[in-house]
């Protein structure tokens, strides 16, 4: 079992910037692939960023490259969401997710291919 929990969701204005923080317990998820999905109202949950358990490889959705980065903490066992630049198009609920399956050569970006999930952070920018 693994719990995560999101945190720092909150209101900002267009431009603006955020970091969304993902602690793991219950076991240790420094072997794994980590992800940030999110979901607006009204929308499908989409990938957001993936990074491997040794923060060598990460991907991104296009619609946040270049403007979003993500990280990991494998002492801390926390996972990170810089988030710069933000649009109001980036509104909706965050939530971090841990696939247990060991890959090579193949980063996994299906929320069906994660395990577990945190509650999610909701981030509002507002224009």
């Known amino acids: 079992q693994v719990q995560l929990v999101e945190s720092g969701g909150g209101l900002v204005q267009a431009g603006g910037s955020l970091r969304l923080s993902c602690a793991a317990s219950?076991?240790?998820?420094?072997?794994?692939?980590m992800g940030w999905f999110r979901q607006a109202p009204g929308k499908e949950r989409e990938f957001v960023a993936a990074?491997?358990?040794?923060?060598?490889?990460?991907y991104y959705a296009d619609s946040v490259k270049g403007r979003f980065t993500i990280s990991r903490d494998n002492a801390k066992n926390t996972v990170y969401l810089q988030m710069n630049s933000l649009k109001p198009e980036d509104t909706a609920v965050y939530s971090c997710a841990v696939d247990l399956t060991y890959y090579s050569g193949y980063v996994p970006t299906a929320a069906q291919e994660f395990d577990y999930w945190g509650q999610g952070t909701q981030v509002t920018v507002s224009s």
């Open positions: 219950g076991r240790p998820v420094s072997s794994y692939f």
């Open positions: 990074i491997s358990w040794s923060g060598g490889t990460t």
